[in-house]
């Protein structure tokens, strides 16, 4: 009787041992994150461009008021400078034809784990196929897209977050309904992590724009929109959560919309002097960019950062 032939079991058959998480790097592009506190290695980005004056009522397209399309590029070329400036590698999304007006906007679009992305489904009819162009920008990079929302799940990256590597944050609200948090907690789970949902207040868009990790064990929380369900998990696990000090800045200078660099070390906007102050008096490094007319937009520092990786 002859061997069996190796594409059928016989010899020369090599099963495949390696789990996807020690794939990522090797077979797979590098990618991945279990903590908001991590030393960030890399980002997606997408540089804005006429796409974000198409329209002329802003509310139309989800904006705050008009946008000047060249100021605004300056200071996303600024951000991305920035960036590279803290060794950080930029990537961008690169659509084939003008997008929707608010792809720029790319942390709502997926959430990264350790073995890959969560593909977003953005809630608004406005945004509704941007997630589509980020899919295709993610599969040219070699990163996994492990799950992408579907049916009538709608979720959108900023909101959730990282508590620890064996715990996820995971709001529902305006942007991501019940059965998106669903789909994205079965996968989660299935990984062997812990998630914690909490509902968001009326108003609020993100939990992004509510709650900020600065460090393994400190937080910064906006009073009055964080949801009370997030802040009880943070201190029942030993962190620290500090309370902004100016609903003025917070509201017109997004101070709390920031991007952490690494431990205790923040990419914040500029212009919000007692929000800096504050949190440099809690030992946070603070880098500033000018990011006033993106804001116009309805978006800081932080929801215009995808993060694809982390280390630590």
Request: charged content about 20%; overall charge negative.
């Amino acid at each position: 009787m002859g061997s069996v032939p190796a594409a059928y079991g016989g010899d020369g058959w090599h099963p495949r041992s390696s789990p996807l998480r020690e794939e990522i790097g090797q077979l797979w592009g590098q990618c991945g994150i279990d903590t908001e506190w991590g030393d960030l290695v890399s980002v997606l980005l997408h540089r804005p461009g006429p796409e974000i004056v198409a329209q002329k009522d802003p509310n139309e397209v989800q904006m705050l008021a008009p946008v000047d399309m060249e100021r605004a590029r300056a200071q996303h070329d600024a951000l991305a400078a920035a960036y590279a400036k803290e060794g950080v590698i930029v990537h961008y999304v690169e659509p084939p034809d003008q997008p929707p007006p608010n792809l720029m906007f790319v942390a709502d679009l997926f959430f990264m784990t350790p073995e890959g992305a969560v593909l977003g489904r953005p809630a608004s009819s406005v945004r509704a196929g941007e997630e589509r162009l980020v899919a295709r920008r993610l599969s040219e990079m070699g990163v996994p897209i492990l799950r992408s929302i579907r049916g009538s799940g709608t979720f959108e990256g900023a909101d959730a977050a990282w508590i620890d590597p064996k715990t996820v944050l995971l709001a529902t609200g305006l942007r991501t309904n019940d059965e998106g948090a669903d789909q994205v907690e079965s996968l989660l789970r299935e990984m062997g992590v812990d998630v914690i949902r909490v509902g968001l207040p009326f108003g609020a868009m993100h939990l992004m724009g509510t709650l900020r990790f600065a460090d393994r064990d400190l937080a910064i929380a906006w009073p009055g929109r964080v949801p009370y369900a997030a802040v009880k998990a943070l201190q029942q696990r030993g962190h620290q959560v500090f309370f902004l000090p100016d609903e003025a800045e917070a509201t017109r200078g997004m101070a709390l919309n920031f991007v952490t660099l690494g431990p205790r070390r923040i990419l914040m906007p500029a212009g919000n002097p007692v929000t800096q102050a504050f949190y440099e008096s809690a030992g946070i490094e603070c880098r500033t960019v000018q990011v006033d007319e993106l804001s116009k937009a309805a978006g800081g520092i932080g929801c215009l950062t995808g993060i694809l990786e982390r280390k630590g």
